[in-house]
């Protein structure tokens, strides 16, 4: 891929493969997204205690940041899909950008919890915002590899995000002087993405041979008004996948939040030794997200059905989740860490896909709200399992609520497969 230019009857210039730079557009604040959000449990290893903030408060804060995403899930959902993704990435990326450098400023439990709680609201317009994106850009035999690109960011942000705070950053400056230069990050991506993005039909550096590729693998919709959410909710399908959000996703937050107290609580490691051991497991996470998107686009590609492509590489997955159970149970850091990683592997082999599914059953007007719904079901289980997880954690320890972790894949599998029927465009035979 590389940035070579053409011209255009019209004489403007053209990027060859643009939609793979407008992806990676995605997955680089993806990754800076992730920074910000592992960068919280990082750190509140080093001010928790500072600032007398214990585990079931910590918890609180956690689920004050997750009610504000899951509260914005809905709200940017419907943004991306009335103005666009080019303003809705930066509505959301000056929210949460600015919340992640006023935590440099906390002082306590309140403070601590009012920038969570903006961070939240800014940090999930990302995944509308970005299943919009992939949707209008991409062919439906390339979409599922375009979510496991902008996912594998979530991954490398967690890859990135440890070895950078915990060994480099925090070292140097301290943690309050971290948290201000690791928010600043997306506002220099957010200069990049104005200069270049703009929208398929509307985009002066799109050639005609990438627009008829992007057009022609792309199911013509049914015209009509876009459908608002009471309709969404009437079928099953939008069901399908609210559901299956709301009981896997959870996973993806115990780690995202949870593993650096997990390290040091039940392997006692301090900051540095937690970065060197946490970004692990997101190397794993984004070959999942890679291998996921790969393996449903090649089987499409083969001549199989969007339908089986899709359920196969889901439902493997799915499988690989439970294995959190064994974590569980190991007193051996490395095999707890292997287990791990094939959680978030499959975790992220399976998000790749089902992120796909609001643009493979509904046109593009409602992908973005759909996507918004997924995502607030998500944040809504989320929530209640992450305070749930302060509980536990304080009472019975970790074991407990990793095993529960364990089985929530296999019910949202079923769920998703019962509900969902087979994957087709509604309103096609």
Same mark, same amino acid.
């Not at 940035?3 to 939609?19: D, H, K, N, Q, V």
């Not at 500072?50 to 997750?66: K, T």
């Not at 693998?217 to 079928?235: D, F, M, T, W």
């Not at 850091?333 to 609001?358: C, D, E, K, R």
């Given at each position: 891929?590389?940035?070579?230019?053409?011209?255009?009857?019209?004489?403007?210039?053209?990027?060859?493969?643009?939609?793979?730079?407008?992806?990676?557009?995605?997955?680089?604040?993806?990754?800076?997204?992730?920074?910000?959000?592992?960068?919280?449990?990082?750190?509140?290893?080093?001010?928790?205690?500072?600032?007398?903030?214990?585990?079931?408060?910590?918890?609180?804060?956690?689920?004050?940041?997750?009610?504000?995403?899951?509260?914005?899930?809905?709200?940017?959902?419907?943004?991306?899909?009335?103005?666009?993704?080019?303003?809705?990435?930066?509505?959301?990326?000056? %929210?949460?950008?600015?919340?992640?450098? @006023?935590?440099?400023?906390?002082? /306590? #439990?309140?403070?601590? *919890? !009012?920038?969570? =709680?903006?961070?939240?609201?800014?940090?999930?317009?990302?995944?509308?915002?970005?299943?919009?994106?992939?949707?209008?850009?991409?062919?439906?035999?390339?979409?599922?590899?375009?979510?496991?690109?902008?996912?594998?960011?979530?991954?490398?942000?967690?890859?990135?995000?440890?070895?950078?705070?915990?060994?480099?950053?925090?070292?140097? %400056?301290?943690?309050?002087?971290?948290? @201000?230069?690791?928010?600043?990050? /997306? #506002?220099?991506?957010? *200069? !990049?993405?104005? =200069?270049?993005?703009?929208?398929?039909?509307?985009?002066?550096?799109?050639?005609?041979?990438?627009?008829?590729?992007?057009?022609?693998?792309?199911?013509?919709?049914?015209?009509?008004?876009?459908?608002?959410?009471?309709?969404?909710?009437?079928?099953?399908?939008?069901?399908?996948?609210?559901?299956?959000?709301?009981?896997?996703?959870?996973?993806?937050?115990?780690?995202?939040?949870?593993?650096?107290?997990?390290?040091?609580?039940?392997?006692?490691?301090?900051?540095?030794?937690?970065?060197?051991?946490?970004?692990?497991?997101?190397?794993?996470?984004?070959?999942?997200?890679?291998?996921?998107?790969?393996?449903?686009?090649?089987?499409?590609?083969?001549?199989?059905?969007?339908?089986?492509?899709?359920?196969?590489?889901?439902?493997?997955?799915?499988?690989?989740?439970?294995?959190?159970?064994?974590?569980?149970?190991?007193?051996?850091?490395?095999?707890?860490?292997?287990?791990?990683?094939?959680?978030?592997?499959?975790?992220?082999?399976?998000?790749?896909?089902?992120?796909?599914?609001?643009?493979?059953?509904?046109?593009?007007?409602?992908?973005?709200?759909?996507?918004?719904?997924?995502?607030?079901?998500?944040?809504?289980?989320?929530?209640?399992?992450?305070?749930?997880?302060?509980?536990?954690?304080?009472?019975?320890?970790?074991?407990?609520?990793?095993?529960?972790?364990?089985?929530?894949?296999?019910?949202?599998?079923?769920?998703?497969?019962?509900?969902?029927?087979?994957?087709?465009?509604?309103?096609?035979?």
């Amino acid at each position: 891929m590389s940035f070579a230019t053409s011209t255009r009857p019209s004489g403007r210039a053209t990027i060859r493969g643009l939609r793979w730079w407008i992806v990676g557009m995605v997955f680089v604040i993806t990754c800076i997204n992730y920074i910000d959000r592992t960068s919280i449990g990082l750190l509140f290893t080093r001010f928790g205690p500072e600032i007398n903030i214990s585990a079931e408060r910590y918890s609180w804060v956690g689920a004050i940041l997750l009610f504000a995403y899951t509260l914005s899930q809905a709200l940017s959902g419907r943004l991306y899909d009335r103005y666009g993704a080019r303003i809705g990435f930066t509505v959301s990326v000056i %929210v949460w950008c600015l919340s992640a450098m @006023a935590h440099s400023l906390i002082a /306590g #439990f309140a403070s601590f *919890a !009012a920038c969570s =709680f903006f961070l939240g609201l800014g940090e999930a317009g990302n995944w509308p915002g970005a299943a919009k994106v992939v949707g209008e850009w991409f062919p439906e035999s390339e979409r599922a590899l375009g979510m496991a690109i902008f996912n594998g960011g979530a991954s490398m942000g967690g890859v990135i995000g440890p070895l950078l705070v915990a060994t480099v950053i925090e070292p140097r %400056v301290g943690w309050r002087w971290t948290f @201000a230069i690791i928010g600043s990050l /997306g #506002f220099l991506w957010l *200069a !990049a993405w104005l =200069f270049l993005y703009r929208p398929v039909n509307k985009h002066p550096s799109l050639s005609a041979e990438e627009m008829d590729l992007i057009l022609n693998g792309q199911r013509k919709a049914i015209l009509g008004p876009p459908l608002n959410v009471r309709e969404l909710l009437s079928y099953k399908q939008t069901w399908a996948i609210l559901l299956a959000r709301f009981f896997v996703d959870p996973i993806w937050w115990l780690y995202m939040l949870w593993l650096p107290s997990y390290l040091k609580a039940v392997h006692h490691f301090n900051l540095k030794e937690i970065g060197a051991f946490q970004w692990a497991p997101y190397v794993l996470a984004a070959c999942g997200s890679l291998f996921g998107g790969y393996l449903s686009g090649r089987l499409i590609r083969a001549g199989k059905s969007i339908n089986f492509s899709r359920k196969l590489t889901i439902a493997i997955a799915a499988c690989m989740m439970p294995f959190g159970i064994f974590a569980a149970h190991s007193h051996n850091i490395y095999a707890a860490m292997i287990f791990i990683g094939i959680v978030l592997f499959g975790f992220q082999m399976w998000i790749s896909n089902v992120q796909t599914l609001p643009s493979d059953y509904f046109p593009k007007e409602s992908i973005g709200t759909v996507a918004g719904m997924g995502g607030m079901a998500a944040g809504i289980s989320s929530l209640f399992f992450n305070l749930g997880t302060g509980w536990v954690v304080t009472h019975f320890g970790y074991s407990s609520v990793l095993t529960l972790a364990g089985v929530l894949a296999p019910i949202g599998l079923l769920c998703l497969f019962l509900l969902g029927g087979r994957i087709h465009r509604l309103g096609d035979a």
